[in-house]
């Protein structure tokens, strides 16, 4: 039989022994062996963080982003040959597009995340902060890639959207990664990996994969290492309290599997839409990959008035669920992963029948189609009831990896609050309620347990993702039980892979390390306007300071005639007793409207395409008739934008600062103005 070949110091390397015989989990075939037995694990991360590493680091964001892209692109395009390999973790088509293209969303939606950084390898972290009166010391943070390795010991249910989610944001930060899928699904990962080297997209060492045991690996871990592990809670603590983890104070970020909750509001009746939108939610969640998402539901909570009704109702909906081969278009729920999994999943339901009792589903016998009962690992969905739910510990901490929930009674809100309380910490729960003040008052005091919650209802059914679809511009994990942990959330996720650094010194210092301009540094005039350079010769600090004009009381009564914007403080005749203004006062958009009129040059065209928008806009003092005002305009932050099209004119966008002052010296208004400025090729 084959062996899975682990993916290590640039080169595939089978592993030594016996290892561990993989099996189709619909046919029971053994398909392969996968070991890695024999690797040297020290020398896998030396391999990550002496080629891989230095790689990505010196990439600048929308380098990697492009990638990123590129990568999406190439595998997408192979999806096809995933599929196949997919069917044999028991997934259907549907939870195949989950894990297959739902990785590569993940690519492509952090290839995108990109435009919210700067063309750097590093970014800023927040604003300046003033450390001086006179304005000639301030701070900042910077973000920069850690210089170790990304470990990521992944979970059997996802092998491609379990890879993908992690690596695509450790790239993205910059650093590269070895992926440890979990030994029972990982030949599906293998599939996908191999396709990844044969592209030649990635940078050498940015991926490492073993199929197998982790071995020793973290005895050689090191502070800029950083791990990510998706598990069991009892396996993820194992890990997390490592010596050499605990030593060498390695970020560990865990996602545990735990007992989400979705809870029916009071409000909701049979007669209401919310109504079919909680049943069909529950049993989505509950035949998806057959129950086996860390994110399913596992405990349903309904008024106690409304109970018979509801079980009935989901017994209903689950008998309409068509079980067998994946391959076939009937079928509609798969097997679980192997016949591993199902032991364990009898076997946890077994603590569960000390306080609970099945309403509906078998544990001995289940109806398939075009397979095998016994050889494949097929289960029956299995609905259970508690009427004590106060009185149980077992619903609340036994969580079963499959097609199981348990649906118990509540009497009012602040019951259903105190209950999803008591799976001491999930990934996610859902409430279904058409009354805002019940979502409110659900999400704001059950919150602190649950690390996503969704409101579901008729306003947003049709479009929403569901309980169970994690996104990659929100954090996924959750407190306590669920493991404490926060993955992805977009611009937080790449956080999560960077060293924040402090730094103080002068404006002109910090803006030449971050390459934005900060206030009170040092600026460049020259002869030429900037609005004369194209994108790539506009350098950050090039600046003009305007010619003075005198804002006239006729100004501000033409401004008003033309906008229409007559306000009190803006009339002369007010009487200003009482107000927070001495007379008259210029509009604020009257003097922004000078101020373009001051710094923009606009006899012959130029390099500037349009203005794209204004940023943080403040009025600091008001501008009396006879104010004297110039203005200091300063190239502040320079973007890159990709062209969609080979037509498309190739631009940048340029943000500027733009300082008004007035004849005593003082700030009267700031903005950050955005052009879109041309690049020369």
């Not at 679980?336 to 076997?347: D, H, M, T, W």
């Not at 649950?450 to 579901?456: D, E, I």
Request: aromatic share 8%; net charge negative.
């Amino acid at each position: 039989m084959n062996k899975l070949e682990n993916y290590v110091t640039g080169k595939w390397i089978t592993g030594d022994g016996n290892g561990q015989v993989l099996r189709d989990a619909v046919t029971g075939e053994e398909i392969a062996i996968a070991t890695t037995d024999g690797l040297d694990f020290a020398s896998i991360l030396d391999y990550g963080r002496r080629v891989g590493n230095p790689a990505l680091r010196k990439m600048t964001f929308h380098e990697r982003g492009r990638m990123l892209r590129a990568l999406a692109i190439y595998l997408n395009e192979r999806k096809e040959n995933f599929y196949g390999v997919s069917y044999k973790t028991g997934a259907t088509k549907l939870d195949s597009w989950i894990d297959i293209e739902g990785g590569f969303g993940n690519l492509f939606s952090n290839a995108s995340l990109r435009r919210k950084f700067p063309d750097l390898p590093y970014c800023t972290d927040g604003d300046a902060v003033g450390l001086s009166k006179g304005g000639s010391f301030i701070g900042h943070h910077i973000l920069v890639p850690k210089e170790g390795v990304a470990i990521h010991i992944n979970a059997f249910n996802f092998p491609v959207w379990g890879m993908l989610e992690k690596c695509a944001v450790n790239w993205l930060a910059g650093v590269p990664s070895v992926v440890k899928p979990a030994t029972i699904t990982s030949y599906l990962t293998e599939a996908v990996v191999k396709e990844i080297v044969s592209s030649g997209i990635l940078p050498p060492g940015s991926l490492q994969l073993i199929c197998g045991s982790v071995g020793d690996i973290l005895d050689h871990v090191t502070s800029q290492d950083i791990i990510t592990f998706t598990g069991s809670k009892s396996t993820g603590l194992k890990l997390r309290s490592h010596s050499k983890v605990l030593s060498e104070c390695v970020p560990f970020n865990m996602e545990a599997d735990s007992l989400n909750a979705i809870v029916l509001g009071e409000d909701v009746s049979p007669q209401m839409p919310e109504w079919d939108i909680f049943i069909k939610e529950i049993r989505k969640e509950m035949t998806v990959k057959a129950g086996q998402k860390c994110t399913a539901i596992r405990r349903i909570f309904v008024p106690e008035n409304k109970m018979d009704d509801v079980w009935k109702a989901i017994a209903s909906s689950l008998q309409q669920t068509t079980i067998g081969n994946p391959l076939n278009e009937k079928v509609r729920m798969g097997s679980l992963a192997g016949e591993g999994q199902r032991v364990e999943v009898r076997a946890q339901i077994q603590k569960l029948l000390a306080s609970s009792q099945i309403i509906y589903g078998s544990l001995d016998s289940v109806e398939v189609i075009d397979a095998d009962p016994v050889k494949g690992a097929f289960i029956s969905p299995i609905l259970l009831k508690n009427e004590e739910p106060f009185l149980s510990d077992e619903v609340h901490e036994v969580e079963v990896f499959g097609p199981v929930s348990t649906i118990m009674p509540y009497k009012d809100l602040s019951e259903a609050i105190e209950l999803s309380k008591k799976g001491k910490g999930s990934l996610c729960s859902t409430i279904v309620t058409a009354d805002d003040k019940v979502a409110t008052d659900y999400v704001v005091t059950a919150g602190t347990w649950h690390g996503r919650m969704l409101v579901l209802n008729a306003g947003c059914a049709k479009e929403s993702t569901g309980h169970g679809s994690p996104l990659p511009m929100l954090i996924h994990g959750g407190p306590g039980r669920a493991g404490g942990g926060e993955e992805m959330g977009g611009v937080r996720g790449v956080k999560h892979y960077m060293q924040r650094v402090a730094i103080q010194g002068s404006p002109t210092t910090i803006t030449a390390i971050t390459k934005i301009y900060q206030q009170n540094a040092k600026g460049y005039t020259g002869e030429l306007h900037p609005f004369k350079k194209y994108f790539e010769e506009l350098q950050i600090g090039d600046q003009i300071v305007t010619e003075k004009r005198v804002i006239t009381s006729e100004d501000i009564d033409k401004f008003a005639n033309l906008s229409g914007d007559h306000f009190y403080a803006h009339v002369k005749e007010t009487d200003f007793a009482d107000t927070m203004f001495e007379r008259q006062v210029a509009h604020g958009y009257f003097v922004l409207s000078v101020a373009a009129g001051l710094f923009v040059d606009s006899f012959e065209k130029n390099p500037v395409l349009l203005n794209y928008g204004i940023d943080e806009l403040r009025f600091t003092k008001p501008v009396y008739p006879g104010a004297e005002i110039h203005i200091r305009f300063t190239c502040k932050e320079k973007t890159p934008q990709d062209r969609k099209e080979d037509s498309e004119i190739p631009k940048g966008i340029v943000k500027w600062l733009v300082e008004i002052i007035d004849e005593t010296n003082e700030q009267v208004g700031i903005a950050t103005i955005l052009t879109m400025v041309k690049r020369k090729s």
